[in-house]
């Protein structure tokens, strides 16, 4: 899998995170992450002008993953997003 591609699926699984499990303030709070560097993630958006879109990184995931108490990998798994998405 190229990293475009990884980088879309684990954007997916947070958003799915987010519309499933509380909100983008409760993952937000979860994981101690601020709720605008989430919604920069999910939108892709730059965080300021010329700035390359946000991208969630690895040690974020995995800090995710920790703090929801998700399998180690969850975001790497494809078992695990669902087909809706």
Do not use: C
Request: charged share 25%; hydrophobic share 40%.
């Amino acid at each position: 899998m190229n990293e475009q591609s990884r980088r879309e699926r684990w954007r997916r699984k947070l958003s799915y995170l987010v519309n499933n499990h509380g909100g983008l303030a409760a993952i937000a709070l979860a994981a101690r992450l601020k709720p605008k560097s989430v919604d920069h993630i999910l939108k892709a958006n730059p965080d300021v002008g010329t700035a390359p879109p946000a991208q969630l990184e690895p040690v974020t995931a995995r800090q995710i993953e920790t703090a929801l108490d998700l399998p180690d990998g969850w975001f790497d798994a494809s078992a695990f997003l669902p087909s809706k998405l």
